[in-house]
């Protein structure tokens, strides 16, 4: 049964509602709408800290009502913003999970494991690549993954 009566609609909210509920149990609690918020807020750092051909390329293997929202409001003037420490990456997102209560590093390291599952391997490499140590030491490490390393 249709719910949008177009099923690349209804095939991009099938999606995007398996993220929630998988960012949703990461999150110990979480409810649909505080999923939105931090996954919204993580990609908006992470996108904000990549060049700009690796936001596209990340953003290719989103789904789309995914990649709607990771690309709201964007503006590529000035980017990737030098947010070289975790602190900094950290407030960005606590910036925008207001006026949730929501741990940013909790939240990140969620969104990224998330990531992680759902994007192909050679894109989360690439993604590595391009940020400090201290950033990237959020993502799940490979042997987490089921990945070697």
Do not use: C
Request: no cysteine.
């Amino acid at each position: 049964m249709s719910t949008t009566g177009l099923e690349v609609f209804d095939r991009t909210l099938h999606k995007t509602n398996i993220w929630l509920k998988d960012l949703m149990e990461r999150l110990d609690g979480s409810d649909r709408q505080e999923a939105y918020v931090v996954l919204r807020a993580t990609l908006h750092a992470l996108r904000d800290r990549l060049t700009i051909e690796e936001v596209a390329q990340f953003a290719a293997q989103l789904p789309m009502l995914i990649r709607g929202f990771y690309y709201e409001g964007w503006d590529p003037t000035g980017k990737p913003l030098k947010l070289r420490h975790r602190e900094e990456f950290l407030t960005r997102i606590s910036q925008n999970l207001r006026p949730h209560d929501i741990d940013p590093e909790q939240a990140s390291r969620a969104v990224f494991q998330v990531l992680a599952q759902r994007i192909s391997e050679g894109e989360i490499e690439d993604i590595e690549h391009v940020l400090p140590s201290e950033i990237r030491d959020l993502w799940p490490s490979k042997v987490e993954q089921g990945r070697p390393r």
